[in-house]
Structure formats: structure tokens, C-alpha cells
């Protein structure tokens, strides 16, 4: 049975001291975000369940660390993302090495097509054909995370500080590079 | 695109992530700089372009398979937990039986005896046995054999 009174603090605290069924709830709340997550950091359901399952057994793990510093939210977002960089770099994941924007408009991702940006402006035609997040899949692991995070999760540059461990300052500086590169290797393959 | 030391500021304007003050100064910049206003016209169609796009659903069948890999965890870590309190407890004996063989093993500190002249034990421990079955000579040679015994017992206590 479902305990749907709980907070989540509540729920990692009766984990910790060993309430099993706690820690199950904890996994019914969040894992359809962490799995949609899980999927934009890594391209593929199955290489998705593997990352989501892997952080789920490291924040069992990590329970009796947890200090409620965070929300428990931001505390298994961060476990995730460090879990799939780690996955991109053992290079376990389909595309282990950033793609060419050639091989990334050919594989494309396995799901989700963004709608094409409208074409008025000359300089930045999109090419309909081409799905833009499978471009994220030509970028380095630190800027398609962060990229993630911030146009995909919606997450502000103090969550996205708390998850990547980070100063804020460092977020800013490390966003902007992330959406040059993907602007330049956008327009280039439009060009 | 020509970066402009405004850049990392504009990507922050985007996000709607700086203070008022800071905002008013990008927008002052944005009037008077092509490169920062085509550069945050950029990024607006590029945060459309990846607004669009959603991840898939995750299928139920995945959430069972987490509840069992968690559940799998779960009886590991307590496998762990076993196996630590075994060692632990290995660990305590050994502890225990070492300590017990130094003290047997290490020297009296005070060897004197423990008990008061007037003690009762003492008395009992000294009283000689009984003379009525041994001649004088070996009575007596008997009885303070036998007190030196007891006070010598006595002593390594």
C-alpha cells in the first residue's frame, strides 16, 4: 500500500532505518521524471532504465548520508546525472563518442521530434529533417548535461548549481559555451 | 558570431536569470550591439526548437523492474550488514580470548597477600590439621609445612 501522506524527507529518513517499503515509494514518485532525464542525457530507453537503475540502487546506498540539504528531488537528479556521465564515459552508452551532425541527423534519437523553429530569418533556417536534440548527442557530456538541465528540465541556474555541484558562476559561464557550440554546429549544418 | 564580453550576460538575460539592475544594463547593451541582439535571437529560436521536444513516457514495465532491482538491493545490503556483524564479532572474540591470555600471562603487580591477619579465612586456611593420627615431632613439622603452604596460596592471589 502506497503511502501518499508522507513527504518525501519523511519517506528517505524510514528508509534509512531500513523501511524497505519507504524507499519503493520514494521510486513510485519520482521515477517517471528520472526516466525522461535519464533518456535526454542518453539518447536510448534501454541505456535510460540502465542509468535510472544504477542511481536508484547508489541513493539506497547513499541513505544514510543524506542531510536533507537539498530537496530529495535535486538529490536523486544529481546522483542521475553523475550516473549517466559516467555511463557516456565508460562508453556504455549507443553513442559513446559525440557524433558528427551527419551521423547525428542519420541515427537521430530514438523518440520525440522537436517542431522546426520557423524559417523567416534567412541566416537560421532549420532544416526540418534534422531532429535539433539529436544534436545534443554531438556534444561533450558537461554541455549536453547542462543544456538538459536548463532547456529541457526548466531547472534555474541555482538548481542546476546544487545538482552539478558547481558555483552558480560556473553555470552561467558553462551554459553559454554549451549553447555557442550548439548554435555554431546548428547554423553550420544549415548553411 | 563575433563574441562580445556581453555574451555570457545575454545567455543569462535569456534565462531570465539576472537581477533587475543587471537587466536593465543588457538591454541598454542589446540597443546598441548587432552581434548580442542577433545572439539572443539565436538562442530564443534554439530554446524553441528543444522546448518541443519530450522525452517518451516511460513504459509500466520498467517500473516493476526498478522495484526489483531496488528490492535486490535491499536484501545485498543487509547480506552486507551480515557479514560485517560476523566479522565484527570474529574480531570482538579474538580480542577477548588475546586479552584474557595477557593477564593471565602477565606478572602479579602485588604479591603480597590480599587478606587481614584477623581475617577468618586466614585462621580456617592456618588451622593445622588434626594431630591425633602423627607423632609430636611430625606434627608439628607437618603443621607449619602445612601453614607455609597456605600462606603461599594465599600470596598468589
Not at chain 2, 130 to 142: D, F, I, K, L, N
Request: proline share 4%.
Amino acid at each position: 500500500m502506497r503511502d501518499l501522506g508522507a513527504t518525501d524527507l519523511e519517506l528517505v529518513r524510514r528508509a534509512a532505518r531500513g523501511d524497505e517499503a519507504a524507499f519503493h515509494e520514494i521510486v513510485n514518485r519520482y521515477a517517471k521524471d528520472l526516466y525522461g532525464l535519464a533518456y535526454s542525457l542518453v539518447g536510448n530507453a534501454a541505456d535510460a532504465e540502465d542509468v535510472l537503475q544504477e542511481t536508484l540502487a547508489g541513493a539506497y546506498r547513499s541513505l544514510p548520508r543524506f542531510e536533507a540539504r537539498s530537496s530529495v528531488k535535486t538529490w536523486l537528479t544529481r546522483i542521475l546525472v553523475r550516473q549517466a556521465a559516467r555511463w557516456r564515459r565508460s562508453g556504455r552508452v549507443a553513442g559513446r563518442r559525440p557524433l558528427s551532425l551527419d551521423q547525428a541527423a542519420e541515427s537521430g534519437w530514438e523518440g520525440g521530434v522537436a517542431e522546426a523553429a520557423e524559417t523567416s530569418s534567412p541566416a537560421m533556417q532549420v532544416d526540418a529533417k534534422v531532429d535539433v536534440t539529436a544534436m545534443l548527442e554531438t556534444l561533450s557530456t558537461d554541455h549536453r548535461e547542462i543544456l538538459v538541465l536548463r532547456e529541457l528540465r526548466g531547472l534555474s541556474y541555482e538548481e542546476i548549481a546544487q545538482t552539478l555541484g558547481v558555483p552558480r558562476g560556473t553555470v552561467e559561464s558553462r551554459l553559454y559555451r554549451a549553447r555557442r557550440e550548439l548554435l555554431e554546429k546548428w547554423k553550420g549544418y544549415n548553411s | 558570431m563575433a563574441e562580445c564580453e556581453y555574451g555570457i550576460l545575454v545567455s543569462a538575460y535569456h534565462d531570465g536569470q539576472l537581477d533587475a539592475e543587471r537587466a536593465r544594463q543588457v538591454e541598454g547593451h542589446l540597443a546598441t550591439c548587432p552581434a548580442c541582439a542577433a545572439e539572443l535571437e539565436g538562442l530564443r529560436r534554439l530554446s524553441r526548437a528543444l522546448a518541443g521536444w519530450q522525452a517518451p513516457e516511460m513504459p509500466d514495465e520498467v517500473l516493476g523492474r526498478l522495484h526489483e532491482a531496488v528490492a535486490g538491493e535491499v536484501v545485498a545490503a543487509e547480506r552486507g550488514v551480515l557479514r560485517l556483524a560476523r566479522a565484527l564479532s570474529g574480531v570482538a572474540a579474538a580480542v577477548m580470548i588475546a586479552g584474557t591470555l595477557w593477564l593471565m600471562s602477565s606478572p602479579k603487580i602485588d604479591a603480597k597477600p590480599t587478606l587481614a591477619a584477623d581475617d577468618p579465612t586466614l585462621k580456617v586456611a592456618l588451622t593445622p590439621p588434626s594431630p591425633t593420627t602423627m607423632p609430636g615431632e611430625e606434627v608439628a613439622s607437618a603443621e607449619r609445612e602445612f601453614a607455609q603452604l597456605m600462606v603461599d596460596s594465599l600470596s598468589k592471589q
